[in-house]
C-alpha cells in the first residue's frame, strides 16, 4: 500500500492524537468478491504508525475523477462489519482499528455506480484521506 502525506501533516492535535491528510494509491488488484461485507480496499491504523481511527474522510472523487469512494470505518474485508456495536447512549464512541475502501465506477446521479470489478488495477490512481488518529 503506498501513499504519500501532505506537506505538513501528520500533525499533532490537541487531545494528542494525529490528524493526516495523505494520498493513498489505489490496490494493484482490487477486491470484489461480490459481497460488499467481503469486498474493498482495506486500511489499517498500524499502517500509518498508530493506533486507531478516530474517523477516516476520503475524497469523493478518485484522482482521474472516474471512481467514487465510500469508507466503511470499522470494517475489515474478513466479512466484518460494524465490529464495534454503538455505546450506550451518553457513552463515548469506540476509536476503531480498520476501514475499508470501496471503489465503485461512475458517479452517483450521473449513470449510476457499480463497485469495481475483481482484481481491476487500481493503483495508477489515488484517493485523498484525512484521517484523525490516536
Known amino acids: 500500500m503506498a501513499f504519500r502525506f501532505v506537506p505538513g501533516y501528520p ?12 494520498d493513498l494509491d489505489g490496490p494493484a488488484s482490487y477486491n470484489n ?8 480496499q482495506q486500511i489499517n491504523a498500524l499502517d500509518f504508525g498508530l493506533g486507531g481511527f478516530e474517523d477516516v474522510g476520503a475524497d469523493e ?6 471512481n467514487e469512494v465510500v469508507v ?9 462489519t460494524n465490529l464495534n456495536p454503538a455505546p450506550p447512549a451518553g457513552q463515548p464512541s469506540i476509536i476503531v482499528t480498520t476501514a475499508v475502501l470501496h471503489w ?6 450521473i449513470g449510476g455506480t457499480v463497485e469495481v470489478a475483481n482484481a481491476i488495477n487500481l493503483s495508477g490512481k489515488y484517493i ?4 484523525i488518529m490516536v
Not at 61 to 66: E, G, P
Not at 72 to 80: D, K, Q, R
Open 33 to 40: 468478491t461480490g459481497v460488499f461485507n467481503t469486498s474493498g
Open 128 to 131: 485523498r484521506l484525512r484521517l
Open 72 to 80: 466503511a470505518l470499522g470494517a475489515t474485508i474478513a466479512g466484518a
Open 11 to 22: 500533525y499533532p492535535n490537541e487531545k494528542g492524537g494525529y490528524e493526516l491528510i495523505l
Open 61 to 66: 472523487l478518485s484522482s482521474d475523477s472516474v
Open 104 to 109: 465503485y465506477t461512475g458517479v452517483r446521479g
